[in-house]
């Protein structure tokens, strides 16, 4: 049975760096049980509704600029299984999502910059799914909670995002991370230890400095989905931790 993770995928850069982050996506994708397919949520593809990606091949999206020149470069070649996604269709229809299947939408950088530090051969179906703007926090957890079922058929689901993302307060690559980013997660791993989900849905008015934390709210909220296809009562763990330029925390969740 897989795992839902929620990755901080960081700059593009991931890619391309040695850091602790990438270690541990490398030491993930080589330890962890293989899985038959992934369906992948990032921050970075928004939609009015919800989206499943279709196309046969996604085009890898360099949806980034002022990068270095080798990152354009790059390409995650991963193919989707067209089998999957009609069940996707199928098991979201029946807990009363609407759904429509986008047959052009490709890979953005939160996508596969991580996947192509967990599995570089891109060898394992990817089915892209959007984060629907229209849902809020408990409805992103009940939208987890209908791909949960899809873990025991050996399907990774990876919510991809950052769990503190304030790129106007970032610092020197190596500083300590400021006061106000340990507060904002230390407040965010209390309520997911303790599974105190309701309280974690009102995050944005209750967490300690939680604009400066997010100033716009897409790289937390694939969190919630993570969350939701979590086992009942079951608390996830933080299996990676790191800063990057301050402020921009690299946390790993995975809920079991």
Known sequence: MQPALFVSHGAPTLALEDTPTTRFLEHWGEAEPRPDAIIVIS???QSHGLLIGSAPQPATIHDFGGFPRVLYTLNYPARTDAGRVSQLRQLLAAQGFEVAEDAVRGLDHGAWTP???????????????SLPANLDEAGLRS???ALRPLRAENVLIMASGSYTHNLWMMQPDGSAPPAWALEFADWVDQ????RQDDMLDAWATQAPHALQAHPSDEHFLPLFIALGAASDGIAPRRVHDDWRFGGLSMAIWRFD
């Open 191 to 194: 309520r997911l230890l303790q």
């Open 43 to 45: 921050a970075h593809w």
């Open 143 to 145: 939208l987890g909670r």
């Open 115 to 129: 996947l192509m530090r967990l599995y570089p051969q891109a060898d394992i179906p990817v089915i892209n799914l």
